[in-house]
């Protein structure tokens, strides 16, 4: 055993560990309850009621015993958690109440936010001052025209405000994050920074960003967003995506690690100017302070902060400093000011990783230099705190992303250590800039920018190797289930390397699993088509022979990332996009990185924008800049396995269709005696032209066009296609009403089985030689959702 393996010992964990972990699962049960009693009383009044006769059960069972003392502070944390989750309660029905009884009125207040982009203009986060909501967060709807204020600045806004209570679709995620009210404003006007100096960080603030907008160079922006939280040019661009598929995107937003990187620069400079110890302290401290000012507050760096000012004190007056303890105080601060702040992804991930890093840090570090050798040992170890990080942390990012990043550990060992260079020097540059003039600080910002760019340029090399990452699918409590398994496995046995043959074999091991997974196993050949449920769209594979054809990719990247993890998908051959509407195209981009992909057709009738627009996000799949687009038009044919797809819409003859559904690729199936129609969103029109040129023939399946909606399916197409099974791909409690009623008649009347994704989740048809079958992923009895009284096979 190495003499690393042997100072490994489990890490003491102090009592205010225990009670922070509480409070914040008495946060999390706080919200919840709340929330079910506002959907079902009786429900929650009996899920209160069974958590307390539990609790009371423990109580009385371990009265006496050694376990005593330690759950009476459980308690104690679920308690404080959940009667501050109460307070807060009582706090945003008090503030919903005000904002809707204040109706159409002049509000002031300070942007806490950068203005971000959404479907319908830019939204401004504002903290409201002033009578009748003082310290009140909402969100403002920007007028289009109208300058966009910066972070700090105060402005007044004519709107009304509706409660974020009011919001079925985004309220309580609104709620969560502090946002009490919405609304559109008619009027602005901004009236200046605030005075003192948070007002002149902010001005500072906005100087410098502007400064470094005005480049276009990658590095430019990557610097804007690490030294001042200005992510505006990284929001929805290819640095982002890149970042995220290699799991750096702790990188890029603000965090505790740049706080520290900050703070450590600072002491740094405190100790070669030889200043008295506790003066490097405080000003380490302070200028934490002013850096998560400047940033926007993000909540990762204040519990930094937090952290670091405890460490400070500890350190001042002489007493032994302890991460966990720390790291504890600072979310039990974080939980009496913010209960619901627990519910912040960025939050979750910053103190798992802490957390993780603090238990399993060293045990790691052990083990990587147990099978490293002299030169490699810093990579190795920056690998093993990686892995540690990346498997504590797997609760929350594979439910929120759909996908595991293989390559992480590699991409942090390249990227971290060129971080605090190009942090540090960017900042005294930026400060050197302003305080001095821009002759001073242009050298330090130019290497800053170089070292960023080189950065992005690996990153972009790394994140087009095949296997970069990896669909995962799995919801959070299967996930966490499985995480908190393992950690507790990894507590108890507590595997120490015993030599570095043993390290090695154990780490070869580990890599070999890492590249099974990269690469996956082989699927099986038979042939299918599944509707996949990706929410409001459309994401349908067709696998036949190891072959895979994707028709659409729904909305957005994480549920197309999903649906493909179920079905085991790690290879495209090709995807047909039916037409150019978000909720067939918009989980292209979430291929990007995780899946190979063979070609991409689009119809013929495509607008020339819409296009380009795809072009750009093909040319980033993998392999990067290897994979073409392909103009479908009707004639068109090609193979899936043994499967023959044959391309009946649109007629590349016909006049340009006016309607863009009517663009939409109209493919039909045939394998041996089965036949299928995919519709995309073609509508009436389309359906009679193809019947008048006798395209439309019986088919055993149709997947319904436009999602059932009131002009999508016609009679004539349906009684020509006379299908047995008809499938709509549609989203629950959608806003458009899909399907409609006149869709469900019509396929009741013809006798045809209806499913429908929104209650049977993924439909899959299994093709054989005698026939075929439907299976479902969830069970569905209702009449009207499937079809004539039918029910769904298990």
Avoid at 7 to 27: D, E, F
Avoid at 476 to 485: D, K, M, Q
Wanted: charged content about 15%; hydrophobic content about 50%; some cysteine.
């Amino acid at each position: 055993m190495s003499d690393g393996a042997s100072r490994c010992s489990r890490p003491t964990i102090p009592p205010v560990a225990w009670l922070a972990t509480c409070a914040w699962l008495g946060a999390l049960s706080g919200e919840s309850l709340w929330w079910l009693w506002r959907s079902d009383v009786p429900v929650a009044c009996l899920c209160a009621v069974v958590i307390i006769v539990c609790l009371t059960a423990i109580c009385v069972r371990v009265r006496r015993t050694r376990w005593s003392a330690p759950v009476q502070l459980a308690l104690a944390g679920l308690l404080l958690g959940a009667s501050l989750s109460g307070i807060q309660v009582l706090r945003v029905c008090a503030s919903s109440t005000t904002l809707a009884d204040a109706g159409a009125r002049e509000w002031s207040g300070r942007v806490v936010a950068d203005p971000r982009e959404g479907a319908y203009g830019s939204r401004v986060t504002l903290r409201l001052s002033g009578e009748p909501c003082p310290g009140v967060l909402v969100s403002i709807g920007w007028p289009s025209g109208s300058k966009e204020p910066e972070v700090g600045m105060l402005v007044k806004v004519r709107a009304i405000l509706e409660p974020s209570l009011d919001d079925e679709r985004f309220g309580r995620n609104n709620v969560r994050n502090g946002i009490l009210g919405s609304g559109s404003a008619w009027s602005t006007q901004i009236a200046g920074w605030p005075g003192g100096v948070a007002g002149a960080l902010w001005r500072w603030r906005a100087e410098a960003s502007t400064y470094l907008g005005r480049s276009t160079d990658s590095g430019a922006a990557l610097l804007r967003g690490i030294a001042l939280g200005d992510r505006r040019a990284l929001a929805g661009s290819a640095v982002e995506e890149d970042f995220r598929i290699l799991g750096l995107s702790h990188v890029l937003a603000v965090s505790g690690m740049h706080l520290g990187l900050v703070c450590a620069l600072v002491l740094g400079l405190a100790r070669l100017v030889r200043a008295p110890k506790k003066v490097g302290l405080l000003v380490s401290v302070s200028v934490g302070i002013g850096f998560v000012l400047v940033t926007g507050v993000p909540t990762s760096a204040v519990r930094a902060l937090l952290m670091v000012t405890a460490g400070a004190v500890a350190e001042t007056i002489g007493v032994r400093r302890d991460g966990l303890a720390s790291l504890s105080a600072a979310v039990l601060a974080l939980i009496v000011t913010s209960p619901w702040g627990v519910f912040s992804i960025g939050l979750q991930l910053s103190v798992l990783a802490v957390v993780g890093l603090l238990l399993f840090g060293r045990w790691a570090t052990a083990w990587a230099e147990a099978c490293s050798g002299p030169w490699s040992r810093r990579g190795a170890e920056l690998m093993s705190l990686t892995c540690v990080a990346q498997a504590v942390t797997a609760p929350v990012t594979i439910p929120a992303f759909q996908m595991f990043s293989v390559l992480a550990p590699i991409a942090n060992a390249v990227v971290l250590p060129c971080l605090p260079l190009a942090l540090c020097s960017g900042m005294v540059g930026l400060i050197l800039r302003s305080a001095v003039g821009g002759w001073a600080g242009a050298p330090l910002i130019a290497l800053a920018q170089g070292v960023l760019s080189a950065i992005v340029w690996v990153v972009a090399r790394l994140a087009s190797l095949p296997g970069a990452a990896v669909m995962s699918g799995g919801s959070s409590a299967a996930a966490g289930l499985i995480a908190a398994i393992g950690v507790a496995v990894a507590w108890t046995v507590w595997p120490l390397p015993r030599s570095q043959r043993h390290s090695r074999r154990s780490a070869l091991i580990v890599v070999l699993i890492l590249i099974v997974v990269a690469v996956g196993l082989p699927t099986g050949g038979g042939a299918s088509i599944v509707v996949c449920d990706v929410g409001q769209g459309d994401a349908i594979l067709v696998q036949d022979g190891g072959q895979t054809l994707l028709v659409d990719t729904g909305a957005d990247g994480t549920s197309l990332r999903e649906a493909l993890a179920r079905a085991g998908v790690r290879r495209i051959d090709a995807i047909v996009l039916t037409h150019a509407h978000d909720d067939h195209t918009g989980g292209l981009a979430g291929l990007i990185g995780v899946a190979q992909v063979g070609w991409v057709g689009v119809p013929c009738a495509m607008d020339e924008g819409a296009r380009a627009d795809i072009e750009q996000t093909v040319e980033r799949l993998t392999p990067r800049g290897a994979v073409a687009t392909r103009s479908l038009q009707a004639g068109d044919r090609f193979t899936v396995g043994q499967c023959v797809v044959e391309v009946l819409w649109p007629d590349a003859a016909a006049p340009l269709p006016e309607n863009t559904n009517d663009t939409s690729v109209v493919l039909a199936l045939h394998r041996g005696s089965f036949d299928a129609v995919l519709t995309g969103d073609a509508e009436g029109e389309v359906q009679d032209a193809l019947d008048e040129t006798g395209a439309l023939e019986d088919v055993e399946v149709l997947k319904v066009p436009h999602h059932g909606s009131v002009n999508g399916l016609n009679e004539r197409g349906l009684s020509a296609w006379s299908p047995e099974v008809a499938v709509i791909s549609v989203g629950e409690g959608n806003r458009f009403g899909h399907p409609c009623e006149e869709t469900l008649e019509l396929l009741d009347q013809l006798g045809v089985r209806a499913y429908r994704t929104d209650q049977s989740g993924d439909v899959t048809i299994k093709i054989g030689s005698q026939g075929f079958r439907v299976l479902t992923q969830r069970i569905c009895e209702n009449r009207s959702l499937a079809g004539a009284g039918v029910r769904a096979p298990p």
